[in-house]
């Protein structure tokens, strides 16, 4: 029987599965899409016991889950996975409306704030598909999957993960990974997933025109997210890039405790 397994319902993680969609690999899963948020809660609940996951609901759960070695969703800079919309300048943010869907970037969202622009807002759940509505009822607008890569070039935004980048004097940043409890994936279901990013990472030009067809996206924009924003490989870099977000969200109470990373064998 094939096993369930969550993943974003975004075209963030067209590069992990698109193997799988395709039948260029075998496929042993079952996907299970759903928003960061909710695909948390499930795994929480046991609905699941593996997961693409946000990185902060990984370490809110320190020791529970094992990360599968090699992949995720990553960036190295400006990205257009996590936007900040704003009216009237950045200091004078004080609502922020939340994208339902959002998890880690919600916490790198009030870090960035925090750190660089030394302003506190406070954060509101909302719908946020509505851009002009979401901004007449707060001071600027959190984005992040779809919403984001879509959302208007032409108003004042900050793109989170290219703040991250100054912040953090050039790290990457980690948005997701491949979680499982313990022994729920067995040795070829990980190598079927490291398989699948490999694969992925060989048909980028496919994914972005997939990508361009399912949200609208201009076809440009989706080449350049998946062929030079998007990584989908867990490098040494990249994973310094996460211990060091950890460390932020752990000196500003985001996490009660640091995270150790604990990878399947």
């Known amino acids: 029987m094939p096993t369930p397994i969550g993943v974003f319902d975004s075209v963030q993680s067209l590069p992990l599965i698109h193997a799988f969609e395709t039948s260029a690999i075998p496929n042993p899963f079952t996907f299970k899409p759903g928003d960061p948020a909710g695909l948390a809660r499930a795994l929480e609940a046991n609905r699941l016991s593996v997961t693409l996951l946000s990185v902060v609901d990984y ?13 995720g969703l990553a960036t190295d800079g400006a990205s257009r996975t996590a936007v900040l919309v704003f009216r009237d300048g950045v200091k004078r943010i004080d609502r922020v409306v939340l994208d339902p869907a959002a998890s880690t970037e919600a916490v790198l969202a009030k870090i960035v704030l925090l750190e660089k622009y030394d302003t506190e807002p406070s954060f509101t759940v909302a719908p946020t598909a509505d851009l002009d509505r979401a901004l007449q009822s707060a001071d600027a ?10 959302a208007p070039t ?12 100054d912040l953090s004097d050039g790290l990457p940043f980690v948005l997701g990974l491949w979680v499982g409890q313990e022994e729920s994936l067995s040795p070829a279901e990980i190598a079927a997933l490291q398989a699948a990013q490999s694969h992925g990472a060989a048909h980028l030009g496919e994914i972005a025109a997939l990508a361009a067809a399912r949200t609208g996206v201009d076809p440009d924009a ?23 977000f950890f460390r932020y969200a752990f000196f500003h109470g985001h996490l009660d405790a640091l995270p150790a990373l604990n990878f399947f064998s």
């Open 222 to 244: 989706a080449d350049r997210f998946f062929g030079h924003h998007l990584r989908t490989e867990l490098t040494p870099e990249r994973l310094a890039g996460l211990e060091a």
């Open 154 to 165: 032409d108003c004042a935004s900050l793109d989170l993960t290219d703040e991250w980048a």
């Open 59 to 71: 370490g809110r759960r320190p020791g529970r889950y094992q990360i599968v070695p090699g992949v």
């Open 141 to 150: 607008a959190l984005l992040v999957g779809d919403a984001a890569l879509t």
